[in-house]
Structure formats: structure tokens, C-alpha cells
């Protein structure tokens, strides 16, 4: 049975007449192949439509037929715009030229990314997704001179986390379009794939991606990947007698037994190197404890693992691009639940190095997990440690959604951080650590620390950072609290609304930048 006919713009158009022309189903079946092509917008009001070399050759084949098209179909293509063409060549029925913003865009000193890449994965994402709501599951990408980030764009652009509901987006196989750098644009796919990852596992629902379904998660995609990689699934039994008691205070809440995710991927072609260790708060739902959080919003709370999450899937990535580089992956993975065993305000537990920490917010249990893990980190005897969190909703008050606040004691450690997001345009911001937060959470009534700073509604991403600086005794610390970069409305253009899995490229960027730094 024939779908009705599409009216389709065909060859041989003119500014005068253009004749429009019904195809049926029959022809998009046998036919059934997109392509994304960019142009730049006119940087002089004289100046002639500028397409990328993709667009240029592509324009030769069909005798500058698309380009006819484009200056009759309406007014010029402004950056992260699209126009639909059908018919103008006979492998691809489908042809969208996407916007690629001017020619002369780099990277921009007060917007702290690289705007011409930026601009690449936007305009990419746009088409890409334009052809998947037509049911087209083969689309040609355009290098647009940036072949990773038109990868990255395009596999951005089309994850949608519907695996659970009947009626599914169509899936779409990208391919690069032309002979440009394949290393590059293969590069961009894991970057985004990885960041995909990051997603697939915060936008899951909590009783499916439990502590233990995360670990088993992580364990298989590895395991995948390469065989430079070690994982173990940590019992509670070895989290006892590792004694990790701030960690078991925050699990005994729930039901779910707590599981401590440990990955080791030896890259280097030194086993006995210093490794990056990577830390992830995996809290896989957050009800707030004994302090419960309000019932609205609360279903966001599965994704309060995006911590481990993002360090997890970067380290997948960074297998899986074989990374010149030892790192380690932490990941203490629990639920925050109020059950009669659950921690009470101004109940005091002892973590992993000594410390006493009065407990006067339940549902400040991120540091609590991350303090006995950040203490186990420095048994790796490490080159650098970095942890994430949604530690804190301070953070997302202070920046918003537009970079992940990054707490450290090295210049060294952000320098590469800063350098790492400007290429990825998946930022971070420097933030202090000053001692004025650190007098606020060791003034404690009852014991050592306190879990929430003095003054509660002042500087609170600070405090719960100058909390975590009481268990490092390594130079090169850095805290990335990512609360505000958690999900997605339509901030970032690439992505769809829903969990985000930023910042994983950054940290992907990070490690590789770290395995060449002598």
C-alpha cells in the first residue's frame, strides 16, 4: 500500500518557476538515503553563498542546481538554521543544507569554547534530526571542515532514551560524506557515543539501573572494548572492611546493597606509571533520606549518579580510543533511601581516614560517599585525581546549566581542564577553595566535620568542596561539581531535552591531553 505522495522540489528549477512534482512511496523506498550539507552565512552583503568543499563538489554534481534552490527558497541560512530539499539528486532524495554561522569563527576568549566547532555540532545535530523525523535511516554527513565535530553533532543530535516506550525514534547510521578524515570523524563518534552512554545510564529509570545494574553495565561495555581492562564489582563485605564507614551510613537506608566499582584500564605501555584516578558519586536515586526532598522534581534524582556516570563512560572511551595512559575508575554506587536504619540528623560517622563527621542533613550524602573514595584513591599512588558529583544545588544557582564548576588546589590540573572544555564547548569554570569554607564544615558541635557549612544557604558548593578537601593529600585534586549541567532543556542545542551526560567529552578530551603531557 502507497503512503499519500510528498511534494518534492525536483532538477531544474529556476527563480521564475519552480515546479513542484509528487513522488510516491515506491521511490523513497528504493531511495531511502539523506544527506546533511553546510553552507556559511555571507560575512559582506555582496557577497556570494559560501558552501563548505562537501557542499561546493556535491553543488557541481547537480550544475549548481542546489544552490539555485537555496537563493530562491527563501532568505540566507543564519547559523543553526535548515532548508529541506527533495529530489535534487537521485542517491539522496533528501537533502538538508544546515547553517553553519560564518566562516570566521574560532575560539572565543569570553565564551571560553571553540565557537566554529560549536557552531559544526549544532548545525549538524539539526539535520540529522530533520531526516530522522522523515524515517530516513542512512544519512551522509558533511566533514563541514571539522570532522569530529560533525560526529559529534550528528550521533548528539539523534539519541532519544525511548527504549522503554513501544513507539521508537527511527534508528540512523551516519556516515561521513566525502574523503575527508576518517580518523577524525571516527574519533568524534566515540567521544559522542560515550557522552550517549553517560545519558543512557542517567536518563534510566532507578529501579532498572540499580547499583548493581549500573556496575554490570559498566563491566560489559568494558569488557567490550578492550582487554587492557580490569573491573571489580565490590561487595558490601569488602566496603566494611575497607572501612568505608561513611559510605555504608548513606546505603543502609535502602534495600539495594551498595556496590563499589573499581575499573582499571592499563593503556599505558608502562604498568608501573602514575594513573589519572577518576572518582564518580554514583548515588542511583536520591530521596533525600531522613531529610526528604520535595516530591516534586524528585524523579530527576536517578540521575543523581551522573558522577559516575560521566567518569565511567570517559573511561570506556578512553579504551576504546586506546589511550597512551593508566587510569583508575571509582565509583561508590548506593541509594539515599529514609528506612528505619537510615542516617538521622546529628548521627556522627567515622570515614575511611579517621575523621568524625557529624551528619546534620541527610541529604548531603554525596560528600559522605565521596570522602571514603577519595581516600581509597590515593592508594593508586596517583599522577592526578579527579571526581565528579551532582554534589550540590548551590552550583547549578551560581552557574546555571552553563559549565560544571571545577574546585581544585593545582593550576596544572585546571589548565588542562579550561583547555579540555574549550575544545569540547562543554565548559567549566574555576570556582575558590578558599579557607573561609573550609572554618565553616570543621566547626562542628560533635565531631570533627560537620556535613553542610555553617552557614547552610551561603556559598554551598563551596563548603561541600572545602568538605571534600579534608580527605585529599594529593597536589593535583579536582572537584567538578556538575548539578548544574545534570540535564538538558534546550541550553545546548545538540542535545534533546532530558539527562545530559556532560561534561564526559570534556573529561574524555582531559585524560587524552594527559596522556601526552611529559
Not at 550521533?155 to 556516515?175: R, S
Not at 566515540?190 to 556496575?215: D, V, W
Not at 548551590?394 to 560544571?404: E, F, I, N, P, R
Request: glycine share 8%; aromatic share 6%.
Amino acid at each position: 500500500m502507497l503512503r499519500p505522495f510528498r511534494k518534492i522540489i525536483l532538477t531544474g528549477v529556476s527563480k521564475n518557476n519552480c515546479r513542484l512534482f509528487s513522488l510516491s512511496q515506491n521511490y523513497w523506498n528504493t531511495n531511502n538515503k539523506g544527506l546533511v550539507l553546510g553552507v556559511y552565512e555571507k560575512e559582506k552583503e555582496d557577497g556570494s553563498l559560501q558552501f563548505t568543499e562537501a557542499g561546493e563538489t556535491f553543488d557541481r554534481s547537480v550544475s549548481g542546481k542546489l544552490r539555485e534552490l537555496l537563493s530562491i527558497s527563501g532568505p540566507a541560512l543564519k547559523k543553526g538554521k535548515s532548508r529541506l530539499f527533495y529530489g535534487v539528486h537521485k542517491e539522496f532524495p533528501s537533502v538538508v543544507v544546515v547553517g553553519l554561522g560564518k566562516t570566521s569563527a574560532g575560539v572565543c576568549n569570553q565564551e571560553n569554547w571553540d565557537t566554529g566547532r560549536e557552531n559544526i555540532r549544532a548545525a549538524v545535530s539539526v539535520g540529522c534530526r530533520q531526516l530522522q523525523d522523515l524515517e530516513i535511516p542512512e544519512v551522509e554527513v558533511d566533514p563541514c571542515g571539522d570532522p569530529q565535530s560533525a560526529a559529534e553533532g550528528a550521533v548528539l543530535g539523534l539519541f532519544e532514551y525511548d527504549e522503554l516506550k513501544q513507539k521508537k525514534k527511527t534508528v540512523v547510521k551516519t556516515q561521513l560524506h566525502g574523503s575527508a578524515d576518517r580518523e577524525a570523524w571516527g574519533k568524534g563518534l566515540l567521544y559522542a557515543e560515550g557522552q550517549n552512554l553517560a545519558r543512557h545510564l542517567m536518563e534510566g529509570p532507578a529501579n532498572y539501573i540499580t547499583p548493581t545494574c549500573f556496575a554490570e553495565t559498566i563491566q560489559k561495555r568494558l569488557q567490550s572494548v578492550s582487554d587492557k581492562v580490569t573491573v571489580h564489582i565490590r561487595p558490601k563485605s569488602w566496603i566494611e572492611d575497607h572501612q568505608m564507614s561513611a559510605f555504608l551510613s548513606v546505603s543502609k537506608g535502602s534495600d539495594e546493597p551498595p556496590v563499589f566499582l573499581e575499573i582499571q584500564y592499563n593503556g599505558s605501555a608502562h604498568a608501573s606509571l602514575p594513573p589519572l584516578v577518576l572518582v564518580g558519586k554514583g548515588v542511583t536515586f536520591d530521596s533525600g533520606g531522613i531529610s526528604l526532598k520535595p516530591s516534586s522534581g524528585m524523579d530527576a534524582m536517578r540521575a543523581d549518579m551522573g558522577g559516575a556516570a560521566t567518569v565511567c563512560a570517559a573511561i570506556v572511551t578512553a579504551a576504546a580510543l586506546k589511550l597512551p595512559l593508566n587510569i583508575v575508575g571509582l565509583a561508590p554506587l548506593c541509594e539515599n533511601m529514609p528506612n528505619g536504619c537510615a542516617n538521622k540528623p546529628g548521627d556522627v560517622v567515622r570515614a575511611k581516614n579517621g575523621k568524625t563527621i557529624q551528619i546534620d542533613n541527610t541529604d548531603a550524602e554525596g560528600r559522605l560517599i565521596l570522602a571514603d573514595a577519595l581516600c581509597y584513591a590515593h592508594s593508586f599512588n596517583p599522577k592526578a585525581i579527579v571526581n565528579a558529583a551532582t554534589l550540590t544545588g548551590a552550583m547549578d544557582v551560581a552557574l546555571g546549566s552553563a559549565a560544571a564548576g571545577v574546585f581544585t588546589n593545582s593550576d596544572w590540573l585546571w589548565n588542562h581542564l579550561n583547555q579540555a572544555s574549550v575544545v569540547t564547548g562543554d565548559r567549566v569554570w574555576r570556582m575558590p577553595l578558599y579557607q573561609h569554607y573550609t572554618r565553616q564544615v570543621t566547626e562542628s558541635q560533635l565531631a570533627d566535620l560537620n556535613n553542610v557549612g555553617k552557614y547552610s544557604r551561603s556559598g554551598g558548593a563551596c563548603t561541600a568542596a572545602a568538605f571534600l578537601k579534608e580527605f585529599v593529600t594529593a597536589p593535583h585534586w579536582a572537584h567538578l561539581d556538575i548539578a548544574g549541567v545534570m540535564s538538558n532543556k534546550d541550553e545546548v542545542p545538540y542535545l534533546r531535552k532530558g539527562m545530559s551526560g556532560r561534561p564526559t567529552r570534556t573529561l574524555v578530551e582531559f585524560a587524552a591531553r594527559l596522556s601526552k603531557d611529559v
